[in-house]
């Protein structure tokens, strides 16, 4: 993984000092609270409900053992004893005293890492396949492409204060796990026709009150001229994006009303201004690359056959080992995801005791790394397969080895109005209610992967409008209600859902979900899955359950 060099470390550093002396201006009354709204949240601070929230960035959802040992003493420390992982590859703090907050920063830089631009209208935290650099269908490693990203966009100074908040995803292979399609600009890595790697751009793409799917402005761009493309894209955004209106702000409204080739033809000429003299030096890509070089794999450990015989001794391994662990492109190993939803915690939640033992583990089986998924999980991306035994009873005994990754209980839910100000609903009631009533392990599984997500207003942190089944907290004269969107999905063939119908109170939903998925397996054909079933029938023979006594 990326390694600060001496002006990381000094450009981190110099920002804790300038945010220390800002709050301190601020608690001793002579920043307002105008003056210092827009200083806190480039540096990760909001105020919620309760207390403020302090959103620390992981780029590319890359953690080090270290570094998650900073996170749990954190939490520890300035907390209530646990964080919450985001779907941006984040973690959030939803409890520590302001005056505390520059104290926080400054032990996050010993371990090379900040809080700088998690929030704010500015470029947020690029984001990436969590398997990247192991799975077998990876066309290139996208990291140190993120990387680069990651170091042209930190404190630009043309972008720091753009019309709305903009992401970036960048995948690398066949299949898409990072969402690419619904962000600000997505980047798959492609060939051409002649063999060469290099960048399909896509742009507009977003979810909250107005969500679109993102359309490709440029098939193919080479590497050395990613930086001066993005650059021409957020130039082309920061002086056309619209200011006069919060909700219209975004690119994807920019493109949406100029269309799609006016605005790839503003962009095109914009880089034809600047490509010349931004062309990334071949050199600076490779010195970024050689941080994410592979880890010293045993050659020994295809051999192993004690994977096979556990297995057949212990049913519930199996079902582990098949539901939370995935093919990995060297043999004798696996990546193994960490469940954070097991029954009754919030998910994403995860306490400091847990990344504790979790940093213990990734030294012991996985070379000192983890990845946080956009998903909410925890990632162990490089454990022997004569190992994965001993990681899955020591796991269990920490509550992290529930075996539903990518099953109807590994729900994405934001943290609602148990804790945001922009809520209108709760999100974590619910989500906790849905899983309990898929308990029943042979149900779960017998659905196959269904990907619920939960968000408790417009905003859409809980990404429900790609869910295969999405619903969305609303307020009605006081009362929280929920609509429900059926057939979305984020993947390579990203969909919004559609609407359900009139929305339901919020003690019916969770019955409402059960309802919906037994309707399924009464509609599905063979080994359907429940996207493919909805994309067949269509929302009808749903709706007429649903509503059939209403």
């Not at 219209?248 to 790839?264: C, D």
């Not at 490509?275 to 941080?291: A, H, N, P, T």
């Not at 619903?471 to 209600?481: P, Q």
Request: with cysteine; proline share 4%; glycine share 8%.
């Amino acid at each position: 993984m990326y390694q600060y060099d001496q002006y990381d470390q000094t450009l981190v550093n110099e920002r804790v000092a300038q945010f220390r002396d800002q709050t301190r201006r601020f608690l001793a009354g002579e920043l307002s609270e105008d003056q210092f709204r827009p200083l806190r949240l480039m540096n990760g601070l909001y105020i919620q409900t309760h207390a403020p929230m302090l959103r620390v960035a992981i780029p590319y959802g890359l953690l080090s053992s270290r570094q998650l040992r900073m996170l749990a003493h954190i939490a520890r420390h300035y907390d209530k004893g646990y964080g919450h992982f985001t779907t941006r590859q984040n973690i959030q703090y939803n409890w520590p005293k302001l005056e505390e907050v520059p104290d926080i920063l400054a032990d996050l830089a010993t371990v090379e890492m900040h809080a700088i631009q998690t929030s704010g209208n500015c470029i947020r935290n690029t984001t990436s396949d969590h398997l990247a650099g192991v799975c077998v269908d990876e066309l290139e490693d996208p990291r140190p492409w993120c990387e680069l990203i990651r170091q042209w966009s930190t404190l630009h100074p043309e972008f720091a204060f753009l019309p709305r908040k903009f992401k970036i995803a960048v995948s690398g292979a066949v299949k898409d796990r990072a969402a690419t399609q619904v962000h600000d600009i997505g980047l798959y890595l492609v060939k051409n026709e002649q063999g060469e790697v290099g960048f399909e751009v896509l742009v507009g793409g977003g979810l909250g009150r107005t969500p679109i799917i993102g359309q490709t402005i440029r098939p193919f761009l080479e590497k050395k001229h990613l930086l001066s493309y993005l650059e021409a894209i957020l130039r082309i955004y920061n002086l056309f994006g619209r200011r006069d209106h919060k909700y219209k702000a975004r690119v994807k409204i920019l493109l949406k009303e100029t269309g799609v080739e006016p605005f790839t033809r503003m962009v095109e000429e914009e880089w034809s201004n600047i490509r010349d003299g931004m062309s990334m030096d071949e050199r600076e890509i490779e010195r970024v690359k050689l941080f994410f070089t592979s880890p010293a794999y045993d050659p020994n450990a295809p051999a192993d056959t004690s994977l096979d015989a556990k297995r057949v001794s212990d049913p519930a391994f199996a079902v582990w080992v098949r539901v939370n662990t995935v093919e990995h492109k060297v043999p004798g190993y696996r990546a193994a995801f960490v469940s954070l939803k097991a029954q009754g915690v919030a998910p994403g939640d995860m306490t400091d005791a847990q990344m504790e033992i979790v940093a213990d583990l990734a030294d012991q089986y996985s070379f000192g790394e983890l990845r946080v998924t956009h998903t909410q999980n925890l990632l162990l991306a490089d454990v022997k397969q004569a190992d994965l035994y001993e990681l899955w009873q020591r796991l269990g005994a920490a509550n992290l080895a529930t075996a539903n990754i990518g099953k109807a209980t590994d729900i994405i839910c934001c943290p609602g109005l148990d804790f945001c100000s922009l809520a209108n609903s709760s999100s974590i009631p619910v989500a906790l209610e849905i899983a309990t009533r898929l308990e029943d392990a042979d149900y779960l599984y017998d659905l196959g992967d269904i990907r619920i997500n939960i968000s408790g207003c417009m905003n859409g942190c809980g990404h429900h409008t790609v869910g295969h089944i999405g619903i969305l907290g609303v307020d009605k004269k006081g009362e929280e209600w929920f609509q429900l969107t059926l057939g979305g999905s984020s993947s390579n063939d990203a969909t919004l859902g559609e609407r359900l119908g009139p929305s339901v109170p919020k003690a019916d939903v969770a019955s409402t979900v059960d309802t919906i998925l037994k309707t399924y397996i009464e509609l599905r054909e063979g080994d359907e899955s429940f996207l493919d079933t909805v994309r067949r029938t269509g929302m009808a023979p749903f709706q007429g359950k649903v509503y059939a006594n209403h």
